[in-house]
Nanobody, 122 residues
């Protein structure tokens, strides 16, 4: 069972950039499909990006072209580089790991980190 810890959140002005990291421990990181999700106050958790165990990627339309997901299995870490950030991107960002399904649905992910706050000021 993998444990996940996110880092890299913070306060940034609109148009700025942030790089989030999620380090896994306690499992074989390379076998997991990894995803990033976010949840704003009063809203449901939504998909941001995913990367399969063979590094295929998928993005939500809201971040496509502005964000890049990547992974370094040697470091047990998945990254989310976010550029041209918008105030609508203010949320708690979570990384998650899935055993067998590469998906944009949160229900397919079995392991979750505690989240990191991203605040984009206008």
């Amino acid at each position: 069972q993998v444990q996940l810890v996110e880092s890299g959140g913070g306060l940034v002005q609109a148009g700025g950039s942030l790089s989030l990291s999620c380090e896994g421990s306690g499992g074989t990181f390379s076998v997991y499909h990894m995803g990033w999700f976010r949840q704003a106050p009063g809203k449901e958790r939504e998909f941001v990006a995913a990367i399969s165990r063979i590094s295929n990627t998928e993005y939500a339309d809201s971040v496509k072209g502005r964000s890049t997901i990547s992974r370094d299995n040697n470091k047990n870490t998945v990254f989310l580089q976010m550029n041209s950030l918008k105030p609508a991107g203010t949320a708690v960002y979570y990384c998650a790991a899935a055993d067998d399904t590469w998906s944009a649905s949160p229900s397919q992910y079995h392991y979750w980190g505690q989240g990191t706050q991203v605040t984009v000021s206008s």
